[in-house]
């Protein structure tokens, strides 16, 4: 996710944390979440654990199962709810494209972890 200041292990703990809520959000903005992930791990490189570090393989992997346009739809209604989750307005991570905004939601995260609930 970049250069850090932290150790490895905080990095590494921080990054875990972090996609255990991306996660949570993905499953949650559909109805079919849970399936999407499987499906998505079954048909390519994929890995539900590493999204946060590699959003770039999660957002082609859902275009290829899914198309451009349901795939937009999919990753704005799973910032939408991640936003909610850092307590921020959607408005403040969004940066064009699902990689961008995961990685700066993620940034965020790195800096309000202890104001963050789980």
């Known amino acids: 996710m970049g250069v850090s200041e932290e ?9 875990k944390k972090f996609n ?9 903005a ?4 849970e399936l999407l992930l499987r499906m998505l791990q079954y048909g390519s490189f994929f890995r539900w654990d590493k999204i946060a570090e590699q959003p770039e ?18 990753e704005e209604r ?17 940066d064009y494209t699902f990689p961008r905004s995961v990685k700066k939601a993620f940034e965020h995260f790195k800096r309000n972890v202890n104001k963050i609930e789980e």
């Open 7 to 15: 150790p490895p292990s905080v990095q590494g703990e921080l990054i």
């Open 20 to 28: 255990r809520i991306l996660v949570e959000s993905i499953i949650e």
């Open 30 to 33: 559909c109805d079919f979440g």
């Open 57 to 74: 393989i999660f957002a082609e992997a859902l275009e290829s199962l899914l198309g451009t346009y349901t795939a937009d739809i999919i």
């Open 78 to 94: 799973t910032m939408r709810v991640l936003s909610k989750k850092l307590g921020l307005d959607y408005e403040d991570i969004w």
